[in-house]
């Protein structure tokens, strides 16, 4: 018994077929495998961390908001205390404030730390109050700044009672915004070789709120992290990453006026931690945070979550603590930079796999991917509300955009073969508008030559010749210039097809590669609006004392040869025959402004244009003259063709 075999035939297609896939697949690949590295290579780059910023702030901006348990208080000198008190913010004295920290004191206070500098004597009285009654008190923290112009410290009557000292600079991000905070300065202005290490406000206060006894030790030996005992607070860069609560005014405050003048409740002051800080707009004392950031209002349009633009320096400074307090610290997968590209890596195969798939069940494949871009986002905000972790997504997010785009790109590469060669065969020939319609639909366009009935339309510019001879060449062209793109956006409105331009003149033909049942009256009313714009170009030329043109044209509808014609190694799509020959003749034949058509098209555009009948033709290969007509204008309403029809 015989087994069936499979033919040559067959057996070729399949194997060609197999070929074909697999060099999809291995395009795929590689396409797949370059994109990640070139992410990959890009965020090692640090080319993402403009817009990683960005999302960064967003995920705060869309943070739920819960109610606050801190026992942190503000004390602002604001303008309803300038206004209370009869000062301005920068001349409140030294004797206030001697009031206000005995008050705060006697209130309860727990500790009592300015965002403030005393660095400059004022009323030596006053000093001395000033100074006594941070003694009497017991837990006042002052407020220093080390920069790179000099230090600024308290002045020494202060420096006597006080509790401790703590820095208050801030350093901004690249963008101008404040999202981190140092905790440790040195100081090398002593005596000592060695610098002495200086905490931040928000380090010192935490630490003396959590160990009021100073048995925690301070490890300042890791370069990635502070310890304080047994908490340890992540450092990356030199900063501690804050926390931010919320928008301002997102903890309890209450003006200062208040402090000064005792008109203080005893329970909301026990046991707190008293920021005392300016929040005028006249001090400047105020900065951008990710709720405060503009992209933020921009996206959310949730300007009344926000309540300003900029947060005062005293809030900041009570964010930075609060983080402490909480052990709420914001911890980056880019602090551990291997993590993002093992995400890269493995989403990078991911889309491998779905790239060299993209052919098979698109709509599977898109909704996948979409599920990739959802999970995404959905973990990146899961991490950061629940557990304060940063998960880099721009960069994920860059890569599955990049595939996707690289997919769908290439499926169409390999489905639209034989589209783009529609497009690269007919671009030149008819309107953006027909091309799209070939490309949607190929079968429309067939290269090879047939058979049909089309419309021809010849134009020439009479006398260019010898005008051209007396004219520059730049003016030469440039003339050309704008009749043609002006000629050519006329044929193209009407749906005609370009066949070529052969020096001045102009052939072009009508139902073809677009079927046109109305191709002759198409040509007609082409050939009449072109005229019209000749004399509209003319006026302009005239006027600007340049040389003008009159064209003749002519048309004839009669059944040619249209298709790709030419030489093996030189195609042209073009249309030959008799029909064209005698389409050409008559153009030859009209003088300027005329346009000359035959029988065979007046007879489908009587009730378009009005038409006088011309001496017949005589045309070489033909027995009998041919009638001809000159166009004179477009039908106007109950006319009648004038012609014997």
Request: glycine fraction near 10%; hydrophobic fraction near 40%; aromatic fraction near 8%.
């Amino acid at each position: 018994m015989s087994h069936p075999t499979v033919g040559p035939c067959v057996a070729g297609r399949r194997g060609l077929k197999g070929r074909e896939a697999m060099r999809e697949q291995r395009i795929g690949v590689a396409l797949g495998i370059g994109i990640t590295l070139v992410l990959i290579g890009l965020y090692a780059l640090g080319l993402f961390e403009w817009l990683e910023l960005r999302s960064y702030d967003l995920r705060y901006a869309l943070l739920p908001s819960h109610p606050l348990d801190t026992p942190i208080l503000l004390v602002r000198i604001d303008e309803e205390s300038e206004t209370h008190l009869n000062v301005r913010a920068a001349d409140v004295t030294r004797a206030m404030y001697a009031d206000a920290v005995r008050h705060l004191a006697s209130a309860g206070a727990a500790l009592i730390a300015f965002d403030i500098i005393f660095s400059t004597p004022r009323d030596p009285v006053e000093d001395e109050e000033f100074g006594l009654a941070i003694a009497e008190a017991g837990n006042v923290v002052l407020a220093r700044y080390i920069g790179g112009k000099g230090h600024k410290t308290p002045i020494p009557p202060l420096r006597q009672g006080e509790l401790g000292e703590a820095l208050i600079n801030v350093v901004l991000d690249s963008d101008g915004i404040l999202r981190s905070i140092p905790l440790v300065g040195l100081d090398y202005s002593g005596d000592s070789a060695e610098p002495e290490p200086v905490l931040a406000m928000s380090l010192e206060v935490a630490r003396l709120y959590l160990d009021p006894t100073g048995d925690q030790e301070l490890d300042l030996e890791h370069p990635a992290e502070v310890g304080l005992g047994p908490l340890r607070i992540p450092y990356p860069d030199g900063r501690m990453r804050i926390n931010f609560y919320g928008p301002p005014a997102t903890f309890p405050r209450i003006p200062f006026w208040r402090a000064v003048k005792d008109e203080l409740a005893p329970e909301e002051m026990k046991g707190k931690i008293v920021l005392i800080g300016s929040s005028t707009p006249s001090l400047h004392d105020y900065y951008q945070t990710p709720h405060t950031e503009k992209l933020v209002i921009a996206l959310t349009g949730q300007t009344e979550r926000t309540g300003g633009l900029r947060m005062d320096g005293v809030e900041i400074h009570a964010n930075a603590i609060q983080t402490i307090l909480d052990r709420s610290f914001v911890h980056r997968s880019k602090d551990k930079w291997g993590l993002v590209p093992w995400l890269l890596a493995g989403l990078g195969l991911i889309g491998t796999l779905l790239l060299i798939r993209s052919g098979k069940s698109p709509v599977v494949i898109v909704v996948f991917r979409f599920g990739l871009f959802l999970g995404i986002v959905a973990a990146a905000a899961a991490l950061f509300w629940w557990s304060r972790y940063w998960l880099d997504m721009v960069p994920l997010y860059a890569l599955v955009a990049a595939q996707y785009s690289a997919g769908i790109s290439y499926q169409r590469y390999l489905e639209g073969h034989k589209r783009r060669q529609v497009q690269a065969m007919f671009g030149r020939y008819v309107s953006p508008r027909v091309v799209e319609q070939l490309v949607r639909n190929p079968d429309m366009a067939n290269p090879s030559g047939r058979k049909e009935r089309l419309t021809m339309f010849f134009s020439d510019v009479r006398g260019f010749t010898s005008m051209s001879e007396k004219m520059e060449p730049q003016e030469v062209q440039h003339l050309l210039s704008e009749y043609f793109t002006e000629m050519t956006r006329i044929l193209f409105k009407h749906g005609g097809t370009l066949d070529k331009f052969m020096g001045d003149a102009i052939m072009a033909f009508f139902g073809n590669p677009e079927p046109q049942p109305d191709h002759a009256r198409r040509a007609v009313l082409m050939a009449l609006e072109m005229q019209e714009a000749v004399a509209r170009l003319n006026q302009t030329w005239s006027a600007g004392g340049r040389r003008t043109i009159g064209v003749g044209m002519g048309i004839n509808t009669g059944e040619v040869t249209v298709g790709n014609l030419g030489s093996k190694d030189f195609l042209d799509y073009t249309v030959i025959g008799d029909a064209v020959n005698l389409a050409c003749r008559l153009e030859e034949s009209a003088k300027a402004g005329d346009i000359i058509i035959t029988q065979a098209t007046c007879n489908e555009v009587r009730n378009a244009v009005e038409v006088e009948p011309l001496e017949p033709i005589r045309v070489k290969g033909k027995s009998n003259p041919i009638p001809i007509y000159r166009v004179l204008r477009r039908q106007t309403a109950g006319a009648e063709a004038q012609a014997p029809f």
